[in-house]
């Protein structure tokens, strides 16, 4: 009998009124995500849960003077990884703004480290004030045009199932391989069949997402026009809107959102790094942009708590209702929702620092996952003719354009060429030691001299560069290996920034707001270095995802995505 | 490997268009209840489920010329018994209204015939071109202050869920256990833990209502005003409206729907006698009903499509979408939706009366459930003092007012009096020849002479029998076992009607036009002697369930609902 059960008759009674509850909070307007009103009455909680919404008597009565109380903020799809993070440490950002469950797909870590890596995330986020429900990642790798630490097929992912690991299947990012009826992403779907399967089809439309869909799969977080979204809405998709640190979405999919079809519409952030989710947040930033917009407010509070409950089955939580759980987001201002106090199963959330580090051992398969001869890695490229293909990344997007350029070309070989913003790009393969080594260009990072490199490159993580000069990005990779596993920026062989990400090369062991202390000065190097970006080393981490259109760089190569194959630097 | 996965390569291939679908609907206006709009597009369907909507090529093609094409409709709670007919003719009354799936509560067999009747139930619905999903019956018998046939407890439900008879838990009409916390009760629910639980808590309101939704029951189908479906909504119940023969909610509840809580209704007709089923309809029906109220059509069409499946997590039909079940209802007029053509798993449904009997065999244990030893029963009453509780029927309600009247006493006996429509009222255990009769009077039901009787008598289905004289009480209540069980009226020792329902004494296996035939018949005699009633046969058969305010009478004595007490009939 599980806990829940066995203290129902305490809870029954405590609804009952016959018996005082823990804790009771008083003068509150209660957002009702299931009528879409606001009520004033007071909320009995017990044991973690909410026992009734009405008069009640409690040990501890909490007067919260006429502020408004919401059911905690859901984040319907994030990569906790992204945050570079470990999940006690990514709580400590998100769950004083309100957000209390994020669904999360450790995706990132299973394709450096597989199931070890997954369940290495779910173990980091048992008794934490954030409650993490876990998908299992569908396509590690992302497509055998990369490589991976690992590669999951279905039996594998059946075993996270079957003793209750996750709650469904994660992205379906080979949407090629959905639609065509491949036969081990079909395998994965079925072994899912009555489990919730979240989707990923960047553009897909018409027959082929008649075809995705079919499948099984409902949702999609992926849409960057309304138009698209409310193509994928009307065939049956949940529609993710995501606003991650370089994929936003959010201001170009409000429009989306009517009355008539809002029930089907949740928020997800998907990637945020450090600065983002400590400045601004992540859902809540969503909800109050959402309001700000003019969607109504209780309309945009059912994006982040009843419609992912409902899209999920976590029926547990995501109202403010007799037995769901006391999580709960208190704030002042029903145009401007920003976290006063949150409850997390009944109790007011206070932050704990606690000790610095992960409280936890990390196991050595995690902290040596550099495995690259760099001695062997070669950044020259022959030039055989003198047209190249060139990543063209876009500011803030996942998509790229597949530019071709006139190369630079000295003594045969194709350089970059800073003064047109084309930089060389490497993938280093990290994982197996198989010297794999991909060469390309890109425009839009904007470095005028010097490299970046990390070890964060969706989905394989391989170790990533992009620079004016060999010089530099043989520096930056050498000094990510030595740190194993980070993010640097250099200018010829000298190291201006690092930032040591020791677990799988993807994560910090060291609180949030110190890795953000270390990020901030990446990003001045950076911009130093002369990149106009944002972000430029999160814009790097998705050059080299080969399922988002149109060009990528992975260790095999150039990945033309819409035709699904490696192609030739060279036109 | 199911059908449907070993089908998907092939669905899969015609959502793409690269393979020719069994059929396709062209020139139809899709109710589209994801959007909430109406599409002009084609369906392609292949194998009983709809791979795409779009543009597509058919090895048959249908021109709609114009229709519109909706999901088709789904009954969220019914009793398929109170159709007085097995589960293939129940079928053959309301498909060809385009009802297409059912959720079932056998609880009337299974009163009468535990498991077995459950089981010969699901049987009986397989391979229809209705969809039945079966709740099991959580309150077998519905208190204990009534003989069942069979009592069930958790561990047999359990089996049920076992081997995937049953879809989730069906009306938990034992509320104040449920409330209270019974040992019993609460063992019922934790089976069902992970399943939909339906509810049934007429007028429970405030912490009561806390408590009985913090069990973790999701829906209502009692309401009565909307005042009280507004708190259910609000606390977090779905609430069904219902629109029965005899319980008619869905004109004083239209009222409720808003779009901003439309998605948490669902429409039902709980129990519908044959000829309201072949007249009215049932949820097409309400659907009409709600849009002419001035309901937005497709928010009205979600209430028994999409809203529906939400609830139980039905999520392969409720929508035209890939992947979904064909279940498809045409129609010509959206502001008054009468089914044109109705498609099961992609297929036009033609009546086909088939063989007349059920096409399978009944057992005996069905067949034979009439246990009375009519000559030791005694309908005499003996005055104790000359004040009588009264059970006060209403039309068109399930529930009664408890009234006090005075006794109409001859030779020391309290006796009916029909001038002032005070009818005796008996109930007699006819399942394990206990004896066991109750006695009281009953006002509401206006015949001036004769008496009727039957077997179906909410929930335990023991032989009542109301009329204005003992003689033509027992002559009906003779009759009634003379048959095997069902309905009869009678005048003095003469019997002027007859419907044998000799499947448990609940259902004939007749046709359901035949079956309505006779019960015309029956009405029309019941009209003769004097009742005034719509269907005093249906209201009879409310007047001895036990779990519905406020007074009620049963095999052991009058009940009051609200002291869930037996209380004498002399005050």
């Known amino acids: 009998m599980s806990d829940v059960q066995s203290n129902l008759p305490a809870l029954l009674a405590i609804a009952r009124g016959e ?6 909070l008083r003068n509150g307007r209660i957002v009702n995500v299931f009528s879409g009103t606001i009520e004033s009455e007071d909320i009995a909680i017990f ?40 999940p006690p440490h990514f709580a400590e950002a998100v769950v004083p703004r309100g957000v209390t469950t994020v669904v999360t797909d450790p995706h990132e870590i299973a394709n450096v480290a597989g199931i070890g890596g997954i369940r290495f995330m779910i173990e980091a986020s048992k008794g934490l ?23 999951l097929e279905a039996d594998q992912l059946a075993t996270l199932l079957a003793d209750d690991s996750v709650h469904g299947l994660a992205e379906v990012m080979n949407f090629p391989g959905v639609i065509n009826a491949d036969a081990k992403m079909l395998a994965k779907l079925q072994a899912f069949a009555e489990h919730p399967q979240d989707g990923h089809c960047p553009g897909v439309r018409g027959n082929a ?21 409310r193509e994928k809405l009307a065939r049956g998709l949940y529609i ?67 419609n992912t409950c409902e899209w999920f089955g976590l029926h547990d ?33 206070k932050a704990d620092p606690g000790p610095e580090g992960p409280g936890f051992a990390i196991p050595n398969t995690l902290t040596q996952s550099c495995h690259v001869d760099l001695n062997a890695a070669r950044f020259q490229i022959r030039a055989k003719t003198s047209r190249i293909r060139v990543i063209g990344s876009r500011e803030n997007q996942l998509i790229t354009d597949g530019l071709v350029h006139d190369a630079k070309i000295l003594n045969g070989d194709a350089i970059a060429d800073a003064s047109r913003d084309l930089l060389k790009m490497a993938v280093i393969e990290r994982h197996r030691g198989t010297g794999n080594i991909g060469l390309g260009f890109i425009q839009g990072i904007g470095l005028k001299r010097g490299a970046i490199a990390g070890t964060v490159a969706h989905d394989h993580h391989s170790l990533v560069v992009i620079g004016c000069d060999d010089v530099s990005m043989l520096a930056a990779a050498r000094a990510v290996c030595d740190i194993g596993g980070g993010l640097v ?48 080393f999160m814009a790097m981490s998705f050059m080299a995802l080969e399922v988002i259109p149109s060009l990528k760089l992975t260790d095999r190569g150039l990945v033309d995505v819409e035709r699904f194959q490696i192609v030739d630097l060279f036109v």
Chains 1, 2 share one sequence.
């Open 19 to 24: 018996r005082i509850a823990d804790r009771v």
């Open 47 to 86: 044991d973690g849960r909410i026992a009734g919404i009405g008069s009640y008597k409690g040990k501890e009565e909490i007067d919260l003077k006429g502020a408004y109380v919401a059911p905690g903020l859901i984040d319907a799809h994030v990569h906790i990884e992204s945050s570079l993070c470990i």
């Open 129 to 151: 004030p954030l409650r993490v429900v876990f998908m299992a990642p569908s396509c590690v790798p992302a497509t055998d045009m990369a490589t991976s630490g690992a590669v």
């Open 209 to 229: 997402l008649n075809a995705y869909i079919a499948s099984g799969i409902g949702s999609d977080h992926e849409c960057i026009t309304v138009e698209e979204a």
């Open 240 to 306: 993710l809107i995501r606003e991650a640190t370089n994929a936003r979405n959010l201001d170009a999919l409000l429009p989306l959102i009517t009355e008539q079809n809002s029930r089907r519409i949740c928020f997800c952030t998907d990637d945020r790094q450090p600065a983002d989710l400590l400045n601004t947040g992540g859902i809540d930033h969503m909800l109050r942009r959402a309001i700000e917009f003019g969607i109504d407010p209780i309309t945009a509070f059912r994006c982040c708590t009843l």
């Open 317 to 349: 939580r995501g109202a403010i209702a007799p037995g769901r759980v006391a999580d709960l987001f208190v704030f002042e201002d029903l145009r401007s929702p920003c976290a006063s106090q949150v409850y997390i199963s009944g109790s007011c959330y």
């Open 489 to 536: 920026a250099t200018s010829g062989d000298q190291i201006l920034s690092r930032l040591p990400l020791p677990v799988a090369g993807l994560m910090s062991d060291r609180p949030i707001a110190e890795v953000r202390g270390i990020y901030d000065q990446l990003l001045a190097a950076a911009k130093e270095l002369g990149s106009p970006l944002h972000d430029p």
